[in-house]
């Protein structure tokens, strides 16, 4: 993955995290626009062009997606179409981690989900034939789909098949197994991102965790729970890290940046 990309789905990621459970409807339609840019490589062109304004790309997508999408989805592709990616199928699979992501944060259901499609890896790994029809490159890919909602309708969530129903069609050349630990990854990390974790040399009172939380809280516009690491090389304060910010307010910290200082 380049570095563009990366910094690509960073951003996305940042807007992911800002979806409340009022947006599930708008995030599963995410899945549909991946169908869509998958389905036509001059609108993906488009909008991974590298020499097109992020405005003209935005007002692309709005026009194109924004009937069906609604307001939340239109953020997250507004922002996805805003960055710039190495390749348009770096965009079409960034979009698709998008939406896995969205399912995951505005339902609340990363157990389940992660359990479901834990299940499901487990059923293909112990079944040769089954991985091999899910995984072979000669076979359409809305066969295969057929094939996962007819051996799994009944035994999975929607939300479930869902997801696997966009990586059976949109395997970007990766195996099944691969696909689907992706997808797992991408669950359990969307998890993770709505856990801060607090880096302090000594416990935190209850009380002034609950203003943390609640100051956490009203920082980023959702609820935030709260990890406490105690480890005495801080010295003193506290460090907090929640997705990919960072708020380094320990001791060595700044004694660190002293000597960077003096230096």
Known sequence: MGSATKHALAAVKREVDTLTQHDADSARKLFDVVDELAASKQLASAFAE????ADAKRALAERVFGAQLGEAGMRVLG????QTWETEGDLVTGLQEAAIRGVAQTTGTHELLGEELDSFLDTVSSNGELELSLGSRLGANDAKVGLVER???SRLGA???RILRSLVKHPAGRRTRRLVSWARGIVADQANRQVAVVTVARPLPAAQLERLQ????????RDVALNQIVDPSVIGG???EFGDELIDDTALARLKNLRLQLA
Do not use: H, I, K, P
């Open 50 to 53: 590298r020499g097109a304004g």
């Open 79 to 82: 922002t996805a179409v805003e």
């Open 151 to 153: 051996l799994f309708g």
């Open 159 to 161: 939300d479930t098949l």
């Open 214 to 221: 609640a100051g956490l809280s009203a920082r980023f516009g």
């Open 238 to 240: 506290l460090r907090v």
